[in-house]
């Protein structure tokens, strides 16, 4: 099965600008989390989509947005760019009852320059 | 403090060593897992516990939920399991909290 998929892989962005990702979860999946990484901070939680409702987030500013469609596709905002916003952006897909398996995608790597 | 604290940082091994990494937690949890992550950044699940032992192969992940500590081993080390090890832990609500990860590498 497919799994998975975050788009774009790469992306290069100015402070200030705005930015969506992607991330298409495996079929049958209703739970959509996202991650940061960076070298300074490593993996860290920012929030999670379940049937199209937030159920938990971390600790990140409101520039940091998302959403969930129907189709559990999900997408990640972040608004007002700034440096310290260049990371590899993850996503993993899970069923959702919090006790299964989490499969990861590959990421997007957002530089801001 | 870290709310989950990852040992060693950096592990050097000659290939067909046994490995051990392990991980320390100081919250409440519903699960742990044992993340891999190579050079390029995918992330792959190794291990999902909440309790007691799993063993996938030539990987072997432990956890005691009392004394709040994992542990992830390697037998027979091979260099294709050079990568970064993360330990993540699951609190009530699906919230994440990430080790700083263990860089292994296996030398041929």
């Known amino acids: 099965k497919a799994g998975v998929t975050q788009t774009p892989r790469y992306l290069i962005k100015t402070r200030g600008q705005q930015v969506t990702l992607s991330c298409s979860p495996i079929?049958?999946?209703?739970?959509v989390s996202w991650y940061q990484q960076t070298p300074g901070q490593g993996l860290q939680f920012l929030f999670e989509?379940?049937?199209?409702?937030?159920?938990n987030k971390g600790n990140f500013p409101g520039r940091f947005s998302g959403r969930q469609f129907s189709n559990s596709r999900s997408e990640m905002n972040v608004s007002t760019l700034e440096l310290g916003d260049s990371a590899l952006y993850l996503c993993a897909s899970s069923i959702g009852t919090g006790l299964d398996g989490y499969t990861f995608g590959s990421g997007t790597r957002l530089t801001v320059v | 403090k870290n709310e989950v604290e990852q040992s060693p940082q950096n592990l050097t091994a000659q290939e067909g060593e046994f490995i051990t990494i392990n991980c320390s937690y100081s919250v409440g949890i519903s699960a742990l897992h044992w993340l891999q992550q190579h050079p390029g950044g995918g992330i792959v699940s190794l291990f999902m516990l909440s309790s007691g032992k799993k063993k996938h192969g030539r990987l072997i992940a432990t956890i005691n939920i009392q004394e709040k500590h994992s542990s992830l081993h390697i037998t027979a080390s091979h260099p294709r399991d050079s990568a970064v090890y993360i330990c993540?832990?699951?609190?009530?609500?699906?919230?994440?909290?990430f080790g700083t990860g263990t860089s292994l590498t296996v030398i041929p």
């Open positions: 079929s049958g999946h209703r739970s």
């Open positions: 989509y379940f049937s199209e409702t937030q159920r």
């Open positions: 993540a832990v699951i609190r009530t609500g699906n919230q994440f909290y």
